[in-house]
């Protein structure tokens, strides 16, 4: 029987000791604003394989206090049922410096001292990667970043790391998610546990030094003589974010800390990013500031973390305009150099890299070609970075991973994104380059009169609802049988559905990639070596696309990739038709 919403609203202000949300619930109940009420409270923040996000507000669905509390009830019954020593080894937990992100690290914290689990405690705002890195080295049971990455101001997030410093995947998820839902009144609201508790230990001290030193090694490890180039400079901007520490140092570990300069009006965290639209370097105009620092200091290369500083952006100043690499270019480029430095006395077929199913062929061509492994994975570096782990159990020697957005992950510091390795690993890159006379632009046409040129045509339509998402994906299915053999005048050489779990080209027809009938994926690689996906996002209502095209130039095959998408828009996707948006 569904229950009424004002019952839903007296359960909220009972358990509720934040005043901030139980005054936003209590007004909302007198207004009589129940279809708000009903947005906020009727169905709970799920967790997922990312843990939490959304916008802070009170209600079962969003970020809050009440909401954080319970989710780390439920996720400290849940480890100390299948992890060991829990209580000693405990979890570390960090936080970015967006609103409530202190407030919501220290309630987390509480909650796990109260069940006996010691913390350990980033005492200052510090970027994502310190806590997986932390969950390694202190050998703790899980870790926990409170953050919103590069979401809007008004969103905040809950970030789990298990003991294996990777993200959470399943069967994981499920079961914390269950426990929650074992856990949800509150056992105490008492913040002042991080100064008074003796579970509690300060430890950004215990891991900064040797972070920095697993980033030197994976930039410049000892078989590596790369003299860093006097003349590399370079803008960095961490977009209102916590990056810019981490930057600093990771500069003076590799000598060229006077050759950085900064966004001084994006340098210190600031909740509200005030100067872009979108604290995102994805997103178009986010760059503007960097872009304007550097000419007037007249540098001709930028890198940019998200807030969070897990993701990195670069761009370069060609001839009179500047170039921002996608996501999938600097994957690429960044690929290339770690293969070229590879030891030769190391067997080649035990050299191993990743990517994820929605970025580029790029790096996996470049495997064929110089016969290392390269293994594709679903989209998000909890898959990455557990794929990265157990092909290192089985004797591969994994070197990196990345995905098309602005992700990057060097395994010798972390099994996640990083921004600020990849940056180490980056500027070492175009010191090397230099002394080919090469810069990271020329170096990349370079790779593609190699490989080939391969461009994307990547967009996203935004979706009313869900049910109207499957309706299209069952539409698409329903073309041909058992699935469509053609996208206008282009033949599908392979048809993956993620969702059924049918594969086209294998023997038994099951996909080599885990399936999810709740969520929708297809992947097709056509007659001409084009390759596209098609999904139904996790976190937004959006559908997005991901199409790549091969050919002899540039504008051949960005020409393709564009055709693609047209004919995806006419044949599959008709957004007139299903009320769909185009970004």
């Given at each position: 029987?569904?229950?009424?919403?004002?019952?839903l609203?007296?359960?909220w202000?009972?358990l509720?000791e934040?005043?901030?949300?139980?005054?936003?619930?209590?007004?909302?109940?007198v207004d009589?604003?129940?279809?708000?009420?009903?947005?906020?409270?009727?169905?709970?923040i799920?967790?997922?394989?990312?843990?939490l996000?959304?916008?802070?507000?009170?209600?079962?669905a969003?970020?809050?206090?009440l909401?954080?509390?319970q989710a780390?009830q439920?996720?400290a019954?849940?480890?100390?049922?299948?992890?060991?020593n829990v209580?000693?080894?405990?979890?570390?937990?960090?936080?970015?410096?967006?609103?409530?992100?202190?407030k919501?690290?220290?309630?987390?914290?509480?909650?796990?001292?109260?069940?006996?689990?010691k913390?350990?405690?980033?005492?200052?705002p510090?970027?994502?990667?310190m806590v997986p890195?932390?969950?390694?080295?202190l050998?703790?049971?899980?870790?926990i970043?409170?953050?919103?990455?590069h979401?809007?101001?008004?969103?905040?997030?809950?970030?789990?790391?298990?003991?294996?410093?990777?993200?959470?995947?399943?069967?994981h998820d499920?079961?914390?998610?269950?426990?929650?839902?074992?856990?949800?009144?509150?056992?105490?609201?008492d913040?002042?546990?991080?100064?008074?508790?003796?579970?509690?230990?300060?430890?950004?001290?215990?891991v900064q030094?040797?972070?920095?030193q697993?980033?030197?090694?994976?930039?410049?490890?000892?078989?590596v003589?790369?003299?860093?180039?006097?003349?590399?400079?370079?803008?960095?901007?961490?977009m209102?974010?916590?990056?810019?520490?981490?930057?600093?140092?990771?500069?003076?570990?590799?000598?060229?800390?006077?050759?950085?300069?900064?966004?001084?009006a994006?340098?210190?965290p600031?909740?509200?990013?005030?100067?872009?639209?979108?604290?995102?370097?994805?997103?178009?105009g986010?760059?503007d500031?960097?872009?304007?620092?550097?000419?007037?200091?007249?540098?001709?290369?930028?890198?940019?973390?998200?807030?969070?500083?897990?993701r990195?952006?670069?761009?370069?100043k060609?001839?009179?305009?500047?170039?921002?690499?996608?996501?999938?270019?600097?994957?690429?480029?960044?690929?290339?150099?770690?293969?070229?430095?590879?030891?030769a006395?190391?067997?080649?077929?035990?050299?191993?890299?990743?990517?994820?199913?929605?970025?580029?062929?790029?790096?996996?061509?470049?495997?064929?070609?110089?016969?290392?492994k390269?293994?594709?994975?679903?989209?998000?570096?909890?898959?990455?970075?557990n794929?990265a782990?157990?092909?290192?159990?089985?004797?591969?020697?994994?070197?990196?991973?990345?995905?098309?957005?602005?992700?990057?992950?060097?395994p010798?510091?972390?099994?996640?994104?990083?921004?600020?390795?990849?940056?180490?690993?980056?500027?070492?890159?175009?010191?090397?380059?230099?002394?080919?006379?090469?810069?990271p632009?020329?170096?990349?046409?370079?790779?593609?009169?190699?490989?080939g040129?391969?461009?994307?045509?990547?967009?996203y339509?935004?979706?009313?609802?869900?049910?109207?998402t499957?309706?299209?994906f069952?539409a698409?299915?329903?073309?041909?049988?058992?699935?469509p053999t053609?996208?206008?005048?282009?033949?599908?050489?392979?048809?993956r559905?993620?969702?059924?779990?049918?594969?086209?080209?294998?023997?038994?027809?099951?996909?080599?990639?885990p399936?999810?009938?709740?969520?929708?994926m297809?992947?097709?690689?056509?007659?001409?070596?084009?390759?596209?996906?098609?999904?139904?996002?996790?976190t937004?209502?959006?559908?997005?696309?991901y199409?790549?095209c091969?050919?002899?130039?540039?504008?051949?095959?960005?020409?393709?990739?564009?055709?693609?998408?047209?004919?995806?828009?006419?044949?599959?996707?008709?957004?007139?038709?299903?009320?769909?948006?185009?970004?």
């Amino acid at each position: 029987m569904t229950r009424d919403i004002k019952d839903l609203a007296k359960e909220w202000l009972e358990l509720d000791e934040d005043k901030s949300t139980t005054d936003e619930i209590y007004k909302l109940l007198v207004d009589g604003d129940t279809s708000e009420l009903e947005k906020r409270l009727r169905h709970r923040i799920a967790f997922g394989t990312a843990g939490l996000r959304g916008p802070m507000q009170g209600g079962f669905a969003c970020m809050n206090s009440l909401t954080v509390i319970q989710a780390s009830q439920g996720l400290a019954a849940y480890l100390l049922k299948t992890e060991k020593n829990v209580e000693r080894r405990g979890v570390v937990i960090g936080r970015d410096a967006r609103h409530n992100s202190e407030k919501f690290a220290k309630l987390t914290a509480a909650a796990f001292v109260a069940k006996g689990i010691k913390v350990w405690w980033y005492e200052d705002p510090s970027h994502t990667p310190m806590v997986p890195f932390g969950v390694r080295e202190l050998d703790a049971a899980a870790g926990i970043m409170i953050t919103a990455s590069h979401n809007p101001a008004k969103d905040n997030g809950y970030k789990v790391y298990w003991s294996n410093g990777c993200q959470i995947i399943p069967p994981h998820d499920v079961g914390i998610a269950e426990s929650i839902m074992e856990n949800l009144k509150p056992v105490t609201w008492d913040t002042t546990v991080i100064e008074s508790s003796l579970l509690v230990e300060g430890s950004l001290d215990l891991v900064q030094d040797k972070y920095h030193q697993a980033v030197l090694c994976a930039a410049q490890p000892e078989h590596v003589k790369v003299k860093m180039d006097p003349e590399l400079r370079f803008v960095y901007t961490p977009m209102h974010g916590v990056g810019l520490p981490a930057m600093q140092r990771c500069a003076e570990t590799l000598d060229v800390a006077s050759q950085m300069a900064v966004v001084e009006a994006q340098a210190q965290p600031d909740p509200d990013f005030p100067t872009v639209k979108f604290p995102n370097p994805e997103e178009k105009g986010a760059l503007d500031l960097a872009i304007e620092t550097a000419e007037k200091s007249s540098i001709r290369l930028i890198l940019a973390s998200d807030p969070d500083a897990d993701r990195l952006a670069a761009a370069e100043k060609v001839g009179d305009k500047w170039h921002i690499f996608s996501g999938n270019q600097l994957g690429a480029l960044l690929g290339s150099y770690l293969f070229e430095r590879y030891p030769a006395s190391k067997p080649r077929e035990k050299l191993a890299m990743l990517a994820s199913t929605v970025s580029s062929r790029m790096l996996a061509a470049l495997a064929k070609k110089e016969g290392f492994k390269f293994t594709e994975t679903l989209t998000g570096f909890k898959w990455l970075g557990n794929v990265a782990r157990q092909l290192d159990s089985e004797g591969y020697d994994v070197v990196y991973a990345f995905e098309e957005a602005l992700g990057y992950m060097i395994p010798q510091t972390v099994h996640d994104k990083d921004s600020i390795s990849a940056a180490a690993v980056f500027l070492t890159a175009a010191s090397h380059w230099s002394t080919q006379g090469l810069t990271p632009y020329a170096k990349l046409q370079q790779l593609y009169q190699y490989l080939g040129y391969f461009e994307d045509a990547n967009t996203y339509l935004v979706s009313p609802s869900p049910s109207v998402t499957t309706s299209v994906f069952t539409a698409i299915r329903a073309l041909g049988s058992p699935h469509p053999t053609s996208i206008c005048s282009r033949k599908i050489a392979r048809w993956r559905d993620l969702t059924l779990g049918y594969d086209s080209k294998s023997k038994d027809h099951k996909p080599d990639l885990p399936v999810d009938v709740t969520s929708q994926m297809i992947t097709c690689e056509l007659d001409d070596g084009a390759v596209f996906t098609v999904r139904g996002s996790g976190t937004e209502p959006k559908i997005k696309l991901y199409i790549e095209c091969q050919g002899k130039s540039s504008e051949e095959a960005k020409t393709g990739a564009t055709e693609i998408l047209e004919d995806l828009l006419r044949e599959w996707f008709k957004p007139e038709e299903n009320g769909l948006r185009l970004a």
